[in-house]
């Protein structure tokens, strides 16, 4: 797969040339075994990411450094796979951000209204109370994650996620300036990295 507004004039791999490129259609592969396999393939890779995060940690606790690393490499791999088959499955890219937190809220909901509560109840049932607790509990942290995602769609919707009606208090992300204003800076004055750096400042402790 290449990436790019137009094919390359050969393949990198093959050495194909440019008319043997087509574009990718992921509307083509909906509802076919491709499109699940895809799926099945994307969760099997992020599975596997998370994990072998979660050994290496475990393997350092144990002493061994150099398997801790080759977990870790093998990490980023696996995360490089789970990325490909998700590009597959979203015509060959990453949809932008406003899709992406519609989506995000959608699982978010999805995960605190139906997948955890059902999981609460199916553990109540076969005498697991503390496991319901739990999966209760993390369905109580998805509410709030849904309601976060939320928030920060509407704020793009209403572009405000870089301005406000009364003063401000815009904190630079990269550097930690402060600037006071309706508007985040186009560029911070101190390090000069971009708008998009910049949050509203909070103070929680």
Request: contains cysteine; aromatic residues 12%.
């Amino acid at each position: 797969m290449y990436e790019g507004t137009e094919a390359p004039a050969e393949c990198p791999v093959c050495h194909a040339k440019a008319d043997k490129f087509k574009a990718f259609d992921a509307k083509a592969i909906k509802g076919t075994k491709t499109e699940a396999n895809l799926k099945t393939a994307f969760a099997g890779e992020s599975q596997a990411r998370m994990k072998y995060d979660y050994y290496a940690g475990q393997a350092r606790k144990d002493g061994y450094q150099q398997i801790a690393a080759l977990f870790e490499e093998t990490a980023i791999n696996e995360r490089m796979h789970a990325k490909l088959w998700f590009k597959f499955l979203h015509d060959a890219g990453i949809p932008d951000t406003v899709a992406n937190l519609k989506d995000a809220a959608d699982g978010e909901n999805y995960e605190w209204t139906d997948m955890y509560d059902t999981m609460a109840k199916e553990a109540m049932e076969e005498g697991f109370p503390e496991l319901a607790v739990k999966f209760r509990t993390v369905g109580a942290i998805e509410k709030k994650h849904e309601e976060r995602y939320r928030k920060l769609l509407k704020n793009i919707e209403d572009k405000i996620v870089f301005s406000r009606d009364g003063s401000a208090i815009w904190q630079c992300r990269q550097c930690g300036n402060i600037v006071i204003g309706k508007e985040a800076p186009e560029v911070c004055p101190v390090c000069s990295h971009p708008q998009s750096y910049f949050q509203l400042q909070e103070n929680n402790f």
